[in-house]
Nanobody, 127 residues
Framework: QVQLVESGGGLVQPGGSLRLSCTASGFTLDGSYAVAWFRQAPGKEREGVSC????????RYLDSVKGRFTISSDNAKSTVYLQMNSLKPEDTAVYYC???????????????????WGQGTQVTVSS
């Protein structure tokens, strides 16, 4: 069964850190896939937070998380990570990982072009 499974969410105080993981099963998640992390807060639309284009392998970020979040991948483990530092209450949301084997350039990899999605993991930033 082809699926993505996220883990690593939880409750953290403002200024704290979390690392989210997204592991693929049923297929090898390698550099031939574009991958991304999205989030959706209550009452808000889903937004792309970070992505890696399969054109150039470079990470891109939503402006509000630049300098705080880092996306990375481990092809040997078919896993993508999102390291989140200096967390703020406004980062509270359900975080989803997504992937596609379609070619997605860096200019578009934060947009919803993905056909594989995980179930989501809750991140809550609160004191």
């Amino acid at each position: 069964q082809v699926q993505l499974v996220e883990s690593g969410g939880g409750l953290v105080q403002p200024g704290g850190s979390l690392r989210l993981s997204c592991t693929a099963s049923g297929f090898t998640l390698d550099g031939s896939y574009a991958v991304a992390w999205f989030r959706q807060a209550p009452g808000k639309e889903r937004e792309g937070v970070s992505c890696i284009s399969n054109y150039d392998g470079i990470g891109r970020y939503l402006d509000s998380v630049k300098g705080r979040f880092t996306i990375s991948s481990d092809n040997a483990k078919s896993t993508v990570y999102l390291q989140m530092n200096s967390l703020k209450p406004e980062d509270t949301a359900v975080y989803y990982c997504a992937a596609t084997s379609d070619w997605i350039s860096g200019s578009y990899c934060l947009d919803d072009h993905y056909n594989l999605w995980g179930q989501g993991t809750q991140v809550t930033v609160s004191s």
